[in-house]
Each structure stands twice: as C-alpha cells, then as structure tokens.
Nanobody, 120 residues
Framework: QLGLVESGGDLVQAGGSLRLSCAAS????????MGWYRQAPGKQRELVAS???????HYADSVKGRFTISRDNAKNTVYLRMSSLKPEDTAVYYC??????????????WGQGTQVTVSS
C-alpha cells in the first residue's frame, strides 16, 4: 500500500506564514513530480506549485513570490512554504505525487487534504 499524509494546515491571519508538509510512504521505488493543489469552496481544484525530481519548480501566477515548494527525496517528502498569506489563499490544500512502484507501476497519488484558512 502507498499513501500521502499532509500536515501543517491551520488558521492564520492575513500576512502570516505557514508550512505544509506531505510525506509519501509505502512501496516506493521513485517519485517523479510532486505538487500541491488547492480547492476553495465552489471552485475547481487548481495547481499551486509543483517540483520535479530534479528540483525544477512551477508556480501558479497567484502565488509566485509568496510560496516556495521544496522536497526532501531521502524522506519522500514535499513542502510548501507559504508567506504573505491572503484571504483568497483559503482552501483545502492537497498533495499529489507521481510515484513509480515495482508493485503498482507508475500512478498518481493524492493526500487527504489539509485546511488552510486565512482571516482578514
């Protein structure tokens, strides 16, 4: 079995910071792209940031300069450092990972989501 577990969501005031973590565990041979998505009430899920195994990163325009994605390959963990948070960043944040497993092949996996609420 293979899973992703997120942590770090919280209630924070506008202008504050948070760091989200997502750890993958299970029968993992390698992890390709890891990413963070978010879904606000009544809106579609959107990509926030992604990072490849070679540490190439991509950010949504709305978070550039405020959010930083990073990963620790030894721990199969991806992080999202969020700064200068705005009320419009309020959403459930989901971690995703494209994982190769000798048992399951290559598949996309999702975490259960962690709530980030930014008060004005």
């Amino acid at each position: 079995q293979l899973g992703l577990v997120e942590s770090g969501g919280d209630l924070v005031q506008a202008g504050g910071s948070l760091r989200l973590s997502c750890a993958a565990s299970g029968s993992i041979f390698s992890i390709n792209v890891m990413g963070w998505y978010r879904q606000a009430p009544g809106k579609q899920r959107e990509l926030v940031a992604s990072i490849t195994s070679g540490d190439s990163t991509h950010y949504a325009d709305s978070v550039k300069g405020r959010f930083t994605i990073s990963r620790d390959n030894a721990k199969n963990t991806v992080y999202l450092r969020m700064s200068s948070l705005k009320p419009e960043d309020t959403a459930v944040y989901y971690c995703s990972a494209n994982v190769y497993s000798r048992v399951y092949g290559t598949r996309d996996y999702w975490g259960q989501g962690t709530q980030v609420t930014v008060s004005s």
